[in-house]
């Protein structure tokens, strides 16, 4: 049992004066217990109706009024399968029209949403639907031969969907005929217990749905999924109080970037180019955007450049959220440069750390200050933010949300002092239920006290600000120094031939290990030396690159998080 000796944590909470100075309130009131994120869904249908669009995707779109009838469609549809309170639905798609549809059918049917990534594996999209005991899986068909090569009938119905079936029947048509026959992006498949989504949606009258009464804030929304690169993926139980608690959170916190747009009459619009069925998207793009009565505009694939470049031109944004490499990648484009970012009033850099010289490039180009917030799929995702009228980036994570305590706490379950380095532990209403099956998991990381630690190391400012240092597993230990990769990328992306970079640690024969750096140059003539006197010059020495590898593409997930396991794999691979 961890030291019970201070279970009430620091009880001044650094943060409240920073609260006092921003004139934010701290307390947050969350909705009766016999509410649910349903009635928050259709508090929004009501409100904005057929008057203002909910979704745009590659110039189609669909309004509030839409969203609402088409998703008590897919309620009524699942409610017709017999399933019931508990069950899991699945649903894998990129950032279609049919994936928000899918997904707020599924809560309103009053059954439990499994997000799942719809580039996975045959091996990891077996494993997510067994472990979830999911009964129905709604899927794009690009990816339904994955499904297929599991061989076996893993759930009950499979609800099979082109990318253009909600674009209106010529362009769906158009779209779906470009996808399948000229791209060939559809492999073939064959699905015996498969049904169309637009045979779905047609298959039960509406007037069959029934809203369920049962849901309450303490019944599980969604199980999210995490902890792939660690180990074997475990299902994070998120409730309808932890997405509803962190909308709210999120909406005292940093809604006044939208307030400006409500007094105009306008709908400020949330460009979602990170994947919805990551957390980070799910909750502050997809969920926010409705909460809000926002425009989320959905791009299906971020690494096509010129599609999100075309979006962004045709719907400036106000709100955008996205990793490091999205920024950067943006901030280096010729194109985006030259366009009218008059409207993006606030740009969230969360997944990974924002570093310093992104934020310096994003501010030259667009004006804005990226605003760094952190979380985890645990924490439903927003536990820690900077402040949205923040005048410079702070190179921190921010201080608490609202109704959220941070305590950063040694090996033994201690807090250290303020200024010293620990692990961030995070208590809140927006922190999860637990693992999904998984009791000793869920004891290895909550507290007695119920704090969720988050295996991130960091330092807390005495105003409350967090400084993230790194993963404990991506900490390397040269001579018995800690050295954090992240803090040295900052350093290394600094140098102006340098468009991105990775560094792990490999074994060292003096120093036990030492740091590698993985460079993808900006200038072609950027060499070893160069890399190898720019970390002399600006690191000391424990901490700076000892082996340079040039490298035409980092590591990515497909948020665009680097992936060190990945380098390692690679390292081990080329030099094992």
Same mark, same amino acid.
């Given at each position: 049992m961890?030291?019970q000796?201070?279970?009430?944590?620091?009880?001044?909470?650094?943060?409240?004066?920073?609260?006092? !100075?921003?004139?934010?309130?701290?307390?947050?009131?969350?909705?009766?217990d016999?509410?649910?994120?349903?009635?928050?869904?259709?508090?929004?249908?009501?409100?904005?109706?057929?008057?203002?669009?909910a979704y745009?995707c590659?110039?189609a779109?669909?309004?509030?009024q !839409?969203?609402?009838?088409?998703s008590r469609?897919?309620?009524?549809?699942?409610?017709s399968?017999?399933?019931v309170?508990?069950?899991?639905?699945a649903?894998?798609?990129?950032?279609?029209l049919?994936?928000?549809?899918?997904?707020i059918?599924?809560?309103?049917?009053?059954?439990?949403?499994?997000?799942?990534?719809?580039?996975y594996t045959?091996? !990891?999209?077996?494993?997510?639907?067994?472990d979830?005991?999911?009964?129905?899986?709604?899927?794009?068909?690009?990816?339904?031969?994955?499904?297929?090569?599991?061989?076996?009938?893993?759930?009950?119905?499979?609800?099979?969907?082109?990318?253009?079936?909600?674009m209106g029947?010529?362009k769906?048509?158009?779209v779906?005929?470009?996808?399948?026959?000229?791209?060939?992006?559809?492999?073939?498949?064959?699905?015996s217990?498969?049904i169309?989504?637009?045979s779905?949606?047609?298959?039960?009258p509406?007037?069959q749905?029934?809203?369920?009464?049962?849901?309450?804030?303490d019944?599980?929304?969604?199980?999210?999924?995490?902890g792939?690169?660690?180990g074997?993926?475990k299902?994070?139980?998120?409730?309808?109080?932890?997405?509803?608690?962190?909308?709210?959170?999120?909406?005292?916190?940093?809604?006044?970037?939208?307030?400006d747009?409500?007094?105009?009459?306008?709908?400020?619009?949330?460009m979602?180019?990170?994947p919805?069925?990551?957390i980070f998207?799910?909750?502050?793009c997809?969920?926010?955007?409705?909460y809000r009565?926002?425009?989320?505009?959905?791009v299906?694939?971020?690494? %096509?450049?010129?599609?999100?470049?075309?979006?962004?031109?045709?719907n400036?944004?106000?709100?955008?959220?996205?990793v490091?490499?999205?920024?950067?990648?943006?901030?280096?484009?010729?194109?985006?440069?030259?366009m009218?970012?008059?409207k993006l009033?606030?740009?969230?850099?969360?997944?990974?750390?924002?570093?310093?010289?992104?934020?310096?490039?994003?501010?030259?180009?667009?004006?804005?200050?990226?605003?760094?917030?952190y979380?985890?799929?645990?924490t439903?995702p927003?536990?820690?933010a900077?402040?949205?009228n923040s005048?410079?980036?702070?190179?921190?994570?921010?201080?608490? @949300?609202?109704a959220?305590?941070?305590?950063?706490l040694d090996d033994?379950?201690n807090?250290?002092?303020?200024?010293e380095r620990g692990e961030?532990?995070?208590?809140?209403?927006?922190? @999860?239920?637990?693992?999904?099956?998984r009791?000793?998991?869920?004891?290895?990381?909550?507290?007695?006290?119920?704090?969720?630690r988050?295996?991130?190391?960091?330092?807390?400012?005495?105003?409350?600000y967090?400084?993230i240092?790194?993963?404990?597993?991506?900490?390397i230990?040269?001579s018995?120094?800690?050295v954090?990769?992240?803090?040295?990328?900052e350093?290394?992306?600094g140098?102006?031939?340098?468009?991105?970079c990775?560094?792990i640690?490999? %074994?060292?024969?003096?120093?036990?290990?030492?740091p590698?750096?993985?460079?993808?140059?900006n %200038?072609p003539s950027?060499?070893?030396? !160069?890399v190898?006197?720019y970390?002399?010059?600006?690191?000391?020495?424990?901490?700076?690159p000892?082996r340079?590898?040039?490298?035409?593409?980092?590591p990515k997930?497909?948020?665009?998080?680097?992936?060190?396991?990945?380098?390692?794999?690679l390292?081990?691979?080329?030099h094992g």
């Open positions: 961890e030291n000796g201070n279970l009430t944590r620091r009880e001044d909470k650094a943060w409240l004066k920073t609260y006092e !100075e921003l004139g934010l309130e701290y307390d947050i009131e969350l909705p009766a016999d509410t649910s994120l349903i009635d928050i869904l259709e508090k929004s249908f009501t409100e904005n109706g057929s008057d203002k669009t745009i590659m110039g779109s669909l309004n509030f !839409e969203v609402d009838l088409y469609q897919m309620a009524a549809y699942l409610q399968l017999g399933l309170k508990g069950d899991k639905v649903v894998m798609m990129p950032n279609v049919q994936l928000p549809v899918s997904v059918g599924v809560l309103r049917a009053g059954l439990t949403l499994v997000n799942v990534n719809p580039l045959t091996r !990891e999209l077996e494993h997510q639907l067994t979830s005991e999911a009964k129905v899986l709604i899927m794009v068909e690009n990816f339904a031969k994955t499904y297929q090569d599991i061989g076996r009938d893993v759930v009950d119905k499979v609800v099979i969907t082109g990318m253009g079936d909600l029947t010529l769906g048509f158009m779906n005929t470009v996808v399948r026959h000229v791209k060939k992006m559809v492999p073939d498949y064959s699905i217990n498969s169309s989504f637009k779905a949606l047609k298959q039960v509406v007037s749905y029934k809203r369920p009464t049962d849901i309450r804030l019944d599980i929304a969604v199980l999210q999924y995490t792939g690169t660690t074997v993926a299902g994070a139980m998120l409730t309808h109080k932890n997405l509803v608690a962190n909308l709210i959170q999120c909406n005292t916190f940093l809604g006044t970037a939208f307030d747009f409500d007094k105009r009459g306008e709908q400020p619009v949330i979602t180019a990170l919805l069925y990551h998207s799910f909750t502050v997809g969920m926010f955007g409705l009565g926002c425009i989320v505009l959905l299906p694939n971020p690494r %096509d450049l010129d599609s999100l470049l075309k979006a962004y031109k045709n400036p944004p106000a709100f955008f959220p996205a490091n490499t999205l920024f950067n990648a943006l901030a280096n484009n010729e194109e985006f440069k030259a009218d970012h008059s009033t606030q740009s969230m850099g969360g997944g990974m750390a924002v570093l310093s010289p992104t934020a310096e490039k994003w501010r030259q180009v667009t004006g804005n200050i990226i605003i760094q917030g979380g985890l799929s645990e439903a927003v536990a820690t900077n402040p949205s005048k410079t980036f702070s190179g921190t994570i921010g201080v608490p @949300m609202p959220t305590d941070v305590a950063i033994a379950g807090e250290v002092e303020i200024g961030i532990s995070v208590r809140g209403p927006q922190v @999860m239920k637990g693992y999904w099956n009791e000793e998991a869920t004891a290895e990381v909550m507290t007695a006290d119920g704090f969720f988050t295996g991130d190391i960091g330092i807390m400012a005495d105003n409350g967090v400084t240092v790194d993963r404990k597993k991506d900490m230990l040269v018995g120094f800690n954090y990769p992240n803090e040295v990328e350093v290394m992306a140098h102006p031939k340098i468009l991105e990775g560094v640690g490999i %074994d060292d024969e003096k120093s036990g290990e030492t590698k750096i993985y460079v993808v140059r %200038d950027l060499t070893e030396e !160069e190898l006197a970390g002399k010059e600006h690191l000391t020495g424990y901490k700076r000892r340079v590898e040039f490298i035409d593409e980092l997930s497909n948020v665009g998080k680097i992936l060190r396991k990945d380098l390692r794999v390292e081990e691979k080329n």
